[in-house]
């Protein structure tokens, strides 16, 4: 496949609008806590797409919805590495939340076509390569990533048009609406929802709270 064809294609992988959080403030600076239903908690753990990088057996999980386009995710990145290199009983769970348009969209197809390809542990190494890059993450982006760290990029194009990967991202956005996330990154613990960015040490802070 041509790289004019493999642009071609990604150019068709927006077949899914972004989330109706769409054009809100999406760069809420501080998380604020407030509880939400068991119930949502268990549909976002159930999610196709979300990825499972922590923990296999924890003792607490932090979920997050992310935007491969959002500054603060980047550092949200920074931030699982650490807390994953630390803290061997926490689980950490992936969820590709594009709302920030587009490239978002585009990023996002191929991301979860690589980890339903290539596993939750490799996409995780996916993910932090992604965003050393700086600059607009889309479709192209994400491929040559993908490509890098092995990937058949044609056979990673076929399922990133999948419908099984359209239907992981409408349901990703469902139950973002439904937990009436409004920012990227936000995040799940325990039964509080976090709206926005948090500083590494409020996350650690969140974590040793709910094991006390």
């Known amino acids: 496949m041509t790289n004019l064809s493999r642009r071609g294609l990604i150019a068709g992988l927006t077949s899914i609008p972004a989330a109706t959080i769409f054009g809100r403030s999406a760069f809420a600076q501080e998380g604020e806590a407030r509880r939400v239903p068991y119930e949502l908690v268990q ?5 196709d797409g979300a990825a499972f990088v922590g923990s ?4 607490v999980v932090i979920v997050e919805f992310f935007d491969y386009n959002c500054p603060f995710c980047r550092q949200s990145a920074q931030d699982m590495d ?10 950490y769970v992936l969820v590709n939340y594009a709302i920030l348009g587009e490239p978002s969209v585009e990023a996002t197809r191929v991301a979860l076509a690589y980890s339903g390809m290539y596993g939750h542990e490799k996409y995780a190494a996916f993910h932090m390569k992604l965003y050393t890059y700086r600059g607009i993450k889309n479709g192209q982006r994400a491929l040559d990533t993908a490509v890098e ?12 048009d999948s419908d099984a990967v359209t239907k992981a991202m409408q349901d990703a956005v469902t139950v973002g609406n439904a937990l009436n996330l409004h920012a ?3 995040y799940l613990v325990g039964p509080w929802a976090f709206d926005g960015n948090m500083p590494l040490e409020h996350k650690m802070r969140i974590v040793q709270d709910l094991r006390s």
């Open 56 to 59: 296999r057996q924890p003792d």
């Open 149 to 160: 760290l092995g990937a058949d990029g044609e056979k990673l194009l076929a399922f990133a």
């Open 184 to 186: 990227t990154p936000s």
């Open 82 to 91: 650490v807390l994953l290199g630390t803290d061997d009983r926490l689980g």
């Open 43 to 47: 549909d976002a753990l159930a999610l």
